[in-house]
């Protein structure tokens, strides 16, 4: 018998190892973010474009195929924050983007 405290489970109403139960619970929390197709994305993955972007406030359209590198989830399950050349803050709807 293993040393480990069981914590009561009140959704599933069963007695469960302690480290379960937060591992559990640390994946009802997690937001799955997914591109176009249906893919995936996490943090530092490379997307490209499947349309052409006008960017408000930076006077620019990001073309069809630019490619973004290293991305990084909000927390929003539509949306991801990335860095290209001339453009601060830039945040992109997951829907206009591909997995690279």
């Known amino acids: 018998m293993s040393d480990e ?3 009561y489970d ?4 069963e007695w469960l190892p302690a480290s379960e139960l ?3 619970q640390a994946a009802a929390g997690a937001v799955e973010v997914r591109d176009a197709v249906g893919n ?3 943090d530092g993955d490379q997307v490209t474009l499947i349309k052409d972007l006008t960017v408000k406030g930076a006077g620019q359209t ?3 195929g630019t490619l973004i590198k ?3 989830l909000t927390g929003d399950a539509q949306e991801i924050d990335c ?3 001339g453009i601060k803050g830039l945040v992109l709807r997951a829907e206009f983007v591909r997995k690279r």
Not at 10 to 13: L, M, R
């Open 40 to 42: 995936i994305l996490q």
């Open 5 to 7: 405290d069981y914590v």
């Open 10 to 13: 009140e959704e599933s109403g």
């Open 70 to 72: 290293s991305i990084r």
């Open 22 to 24: 937060a591992a559990k």
């Open 62 to 64: 990001l073309k069809q």
């Open 83 to 85: 860095k290209f050349e």
